[in-house]
Antibody, heavy 123, light 114 residues
Framework: EVQLVESGGGLVQPGGSLRLSCAASGFTFSSYWMSWVRQAPGKGLEWVANIKQDGSEQHYVDSVKGRFTISRDNAKNSQFLQMKSLRADDTAVYYC????????????????WGLGTLVTVSS | DIVMTQSPDSLAVSLGERATINCKSSQTVLFSSNNRNYLAWYQQKPGQPPKLLISWASTRESGVPDRFSGSGSGTDFTLTISSLQAEDVAVYYCQQYYGAPPRTFGQGTKVEVK
């Protein structure tokens, strides 16, 4: 059974940093693109970043470029989101999601999602 | 970036009646080389993560009831729930995965029972 479990969320002050983790199980982690998707309270879904199977390629939404870094450790079946210079509008539930299909290209939907971890940026 | 716009923002449908949600992309998500539409639909119930319902605009995922169907091509798409059940109350999102990132979602459509 595919499982994605996020951790690392919490309350952080504006300008602070936080590192999210996603532990994957039930599939060959190293074969899939992975992503982070966030959802502000009461709002819609926003894709944040994705990372290629071997970590050699990453993409980000414009609003987090230069502040967030996505990475992965295939030996530990985990991906991470390092967040710096956090702002109030980064407050959201952050979901770890798998890109379907295991293709070399990330042009597939998200077929599995974790339950999410809440990040609150507030003083 | 491709902008996804859903309509309506919310709708209330009687149990057993049809629910129709529209999604329009600001540019085509149809890849001419393989004639596939890079469009997915998700269902999100309160307190839960999204669930993939339909990929490639019309391919129902395993285990998804056949009352859910997707249609459309190019820039205009529709998710139809043929006979609304109580458990279908949720927010529904379309999402494009065409070309290079970013991946973008519609703003969501809330479906309620009338």
């Amino acid at each position: 059974e595919v499982q994605l479990v996020e951790s690392g969320g919490g309350l952080v002050q504006p300008g602070g940093s936080l590192r999210l983790s996603c532990a994957a199980s039930g599939f060959t982690f190293s074969s899939y693109w992975m992503s982070w998707v966030r959802q502000a309270p009461g709002k819609g879904l926003e894709w944040v970043a994705n990372i290629k199977q071997d970590g050699s390629e990453q993409h980000y939404v414009d609003s987090v470029k230069g502040r967030f870094t996505i990475s992965r450790d295939n030996a530990k079946n985990s991906q991470f989101l390092q967040m710096k210079s956090l702002r109030a509008d980064d407050t959201a539930v952050y979901y770890c999601a798998r890109v379907m299909d295991g293709s070399r290209w990330p042009n597939h939907p998200f077929d599995y999602w974790g339950l999410g971890t809440l990040v609150t940026v507030s003083s | 970036d491709i902008v996804m716009t859903q309509s309506p923002d919310s709708l209330a449908v009687s149990l057993g009646e049809r629910a129709t949600i529209n999604c329009k992309s600001s540019q085509t998500v149809l890849f001419s080389s393989n004639n596939r539409n890079y469009l997915a639909w998700y269902q999100q119930k309160p307190g839960q993560p999204p669930k993939l319902l339909i990929s490639w605009a019309s391919t129902r995922e395993s285990g998804v009831p056949d009352r859910f169907s997707g249609s459309g091509s190019g820039t205009d798409f529709t998710l139809t729930i043929s006979s609304l059940q109580a458990e279908d109350v949720a927010v529904y999102y379309c999402q494009q995965y065409y070309g290079a990132p970013p991946r973008t979602f519609g703003q969501g459509t809330k479906v309620e029972v009338k």
